[in-house]
């Protein structure tokens, strides 16, 4: 790939809100990295096409129309970059043959063998979707891991907060039967073992999961559960004010194996605590700039002890992982290279 002419690139995405989404915010740093491109896809919250500037979101609907559209488009473009999971059959039905990436950010499922067949090279973004993929009978070779960035500028370390232990979960689902699979009973378990710590929770103003966490609250208060409801253009007050950052997932295929939240609290300074489900886990142990928990209250409130007892080495080794593996950077030059490989081949 010539370094001064830069690949117009087809991004297929089912996100569209930067500011609230990690996906679309991924695909947005990606856009102003290559100028010229698009971003365009199937998305149940959108009804019409949302906007340009953030992408043209189709309603499922209208899949129809959203075909023929893309199967005209997607040839002023010279690659396709699918942006979710393996299992979004609905963007690669629609994927003309051409070079063609597949971001696998997600767990989804899977859509088969003759779709997955249209993709040159996929990309994964935590270490041990490798191997999944491989057990789905992708080629190794065809893998490549690429860790999601995060602005070190404006996610940067402070001063301990002078407060109760601050425990915050930024992880928000949008479905109220999604609750329980993000940790969100954990967490409330763990606020009643724990009446001295504080929970701070960062919620996003969509869907059917806010109305049943306040449902809850109700009938159990805790006073020392805080509920933040809003489209938090910066969230790096949150992180400052918070002690460490939560994401206790029961289910591996309902929350982004490498979560947002999780990666800008690295980038904070602050530790995480993160359940064996997420994606992330292990490298969280190794690393040590968190703990690892279990799927029961106990074992949650345990690994926050432990980021409690030992929050000054953690929230060093938090940030120095961060500049390491999470910088934009690093982020774009790896897509560069894919790009490069797939035109060059």
């Known amino acids: 790939m010539d370094r001064d002419v830069l690949p117009r690139i087809a991004y297929w995405s089912t996100s569209f809100e930067p500011k609230m989404e990690a996906l679309a915010s991924e695909v947005a740093c990606l856009r102003r990295a290559f100028p010229g491109s698009a971003v365009w896809g199937v998305n149940a919250r959108s009804r019409w096409p949302i906007s340009v500037r953030h992408g043209l979101g189709f309603h499922p609907r209208l899949q129809l129309f959203f075909r023929g559209m893309t199967a005209v488009m ?25 070079p063609t990436v597949l ?10 063998k003759d779709m ?17 993929l491989q057990a ?19 996610f940067k370390p402070t001063p301990c907060p002078d407060t109760p232990y601050t425990v915050l979960f930024a992880s928000s689902p949008d479905r109220a039967d999604w609750l329980d699979d993000r940790g969100v009973g954990l967490l409330l378990a763990a606020a009643k073992m724990r009446p001295d710590w504080r929970f701070v929770l960062a919620w996003r103003p969509w869907g059917t999961a806010l109305q049943e966490l306040q449902r809850r609250l109700a009938e159990q208060p805790s006073p020392n559960v805080e509920v933040h409801v809003g489209r938090f253009d910066d969230m790096s007050r949150f992180y400052a004010n918070a002690h460490v950052t939560v994401a206790p997932f029961l289910c591996r295929h309902r929350g982004k194996p490498a979560p947002n939240s999780v990666i800008e609290s690295l980038a904070s300074g602050r530790p995480v605590v993160v359940s064996d489900q997420v994606g992330l886990a292990d490298m969280v142990a190794e690393q040590r700039m968190g703990a690892v928990c279990g799927s029961n209250a106990e074992s949650f409130v345990a690994a926050i002890e432990e980021t409690q007892r030992t929050w000054n080495s953690m929230s060093e080794n938090a940030r120095s992982v961060a500049e390491r593996w999470f910088c934009r950077s690093t982020f774009i030059a790896s897509y560069r290279g894919i790009y490069g490989e797939l035109l060059g081949a």
């Not at 971001?103 to 088969?112: D, E, H, L, M």
């Open 136 to 154: 789905l009978g992708i080629d190794r070779g065809q893998v490549r891991l690429v860790f999601p960035p995060v602005d070190l500028e404006r």
């Open 116 to 132: 997955l067949s249209k993709v040159d090279l996929f990309a994964v973004e935590w270490p041990g979707a490798r191997d999944e």
């Open 103 to 112: 971001t696998a950010a997600v767990t989804n499922g899977s859509s088969g």
């Open 74 to 98: 997607q040839h002023a473009f010279d690659i396709n970059h699918v942006f979710g999971s393996i299992g979004d059959w609905f963007h690669l039905r629609a994927i003309r043959r051409r």
